[in-house]
């Protein structure tokens, strides 16, 4: 069964940095295109970021492009989404996913307040 740990939220202020990683029980390592995603208080949850098996071809939503790098490491099975320049408009609980999602994991939870 797929499980995905994500980890790495925390309380940061506007401007500052974090990295977010994903750990996914094999399936990382085996899924062409992954996703992160998240979720807001009251909103829907939202495709953030997404990138090929090889790592060369990355995706953002227009609203992280150019603040948010999102890579992967398959042999170690790990997904990575590091944010930069963070706003309060990302605060949101960040999951990660296959692009067709299955079994969403804990999520992790970023909150971006001064």
């Known amino acids: 069964q797929v499980q995905f740990v994500e980890s790495g939220g925390g309380l940061v202020q506007p401007g500052e940095s974090l990295r977010l990683s994903c750990t996914g029980s094999?399936?990382?390592?085996?899924?062409?295109?992954m996703v992160w995603y998240r979720q807001a208080p009251g909103k829907e949850r939202e495709k953030v970021a997404s990138?090929?098996?090889?790592?060369?071809?990355?995706y953002y939503v227009p609203a992280v492009r150019g603040r948010f790098t999102i890579s992967r490491d398959n042999a170690k099975d790990t997904l990575y989404l590091q944010m930069n320049s963070l706003k309060p408009d990302d605060s949101a609980v960040y999951y990660c996913?296959?692009?067709?999602?299955?079994?969403w994991g804990q999520g992790t939870l970023l909150t971006v307040s001064s």
């Open positions: 094999g399936t990382i390592r085996s899924t062409y295109f």
């Open positions: 996913n296959t692009d067709s999602p299955v079994n």
């Open positions: 990138i090929n098996y090889a790592g060369d071809v990355p």
